[in-house]
């Protein structure tokens, strides 16, 4: 079946640091990717997807490009914020209806 | 639009006790699900739903129940409460992109639940 693997945290940064939170895919066919962010004691939300092969996805100056020679969907930011403090999701969305979450890594970040 | 409203925010019942944890979109969204999120464990699916009438159980369903009597409302029930039920529950809807492959999940503010 279709799984999803994340980086497991906490991933602790000092601001305006780079970051990469990795995340690979196991799935059949094509399936579309995404990235969900929640920020504390709130659901989750979208922060950019990608439903081809070498799409790029971005907002809020995150960026990840779906790469299927590798099945990855990394996540980066050139220069993260306090604000960007928050745990990020990968998921995919494959041939059933029901899409397929990795674990979440949380992200802290440091003044 | 609200998007994905769900009631209430917080709770906190006895071991054995019933309730519905409401959830509701504007979107007209066919499929919604409810998922369960505790320390560690990420997000795990409890039911979820393609339409109006139609549900059917996600990875965690026991100690659950469901029904889909309209589009907008979806409606998670406890049976009888456990202190293992002990987590925060979130109320998700999409579209669906093609097929059977939905597109992107909108979830609710979510509502924390305490059993003792």
């Known amino acids: 079946g279709d799984s999803v693997t994340q980086m497991e945290g906490p991933v602790t940064l000092s601001e305006e640091a780079f970051l990469t939170i990795n995340c690979t895919y196991t799935?059949?066919?094509?399936?579309?990717l995404f990235w969900y962010v929640q920020y504390p004691g709130e659901g989750l939300q979208l922060l950019l997807k990608a439903t081809k092969a070498d799409d790029k996805g971005s907002n809020k100056g995150f960026e990840a490009t779906y790469r299927k020679e590798t099945t990855s969907f990394h996540l980066e930011k050139g220069s993260v914020q306090v604000s960007d403090s928050a745990v990020y999701f990968c998921?995919?969305?494959?041939?059933?209806?029901?899409?397929?979450f990795g674990r979440g890594t949380s992200l802290i970040v440091h003044p | 639009n609200a998007g994905v409203t769900q009631t209430p925010k917080f709770q906190v019942l006895k071991t054995g006790q019933s309730m519905t944890l409401q959830c509701a979109q504007d979107m007209n969204h066919e499929y919604m699900s409810w998922y369960r999120q505790d320390p560690g464990m990420g997000l795990r699916l409890i039911h979820y739903?393609?339409?109006?009438?139609?549900?059917d159980q996600g990875e965690v369903p026991n100690g659950y129940n469901v029904s889909r009597s309209t589009t907008e409302d979806f409606p998670l029930r406890l049976l009888s409460a456990a202190p293992s039920q002990t987590s925060v529950y979130f109320c998700?809807?999409?579209?669906?992109?093609?097929?059977?492959?939905?597109?992107?999940?909108?979830f609710g503010p979510g509502t924390r639940l305490t059993v003792l």
């Open positions: 799935a059949t066919g094509y399936p579309s």
């Open positions: 998921a995919l969305s494959g041939g059933s209806y029901i899409p397929t």
């Open positions: 739903s393609v339409g109006a009438g139609i549900t």
């Open positions: 998700a809807s999409s579209y669906q992109a093609g097929g059977e492959r939905t597109d992107t999940q909108y």
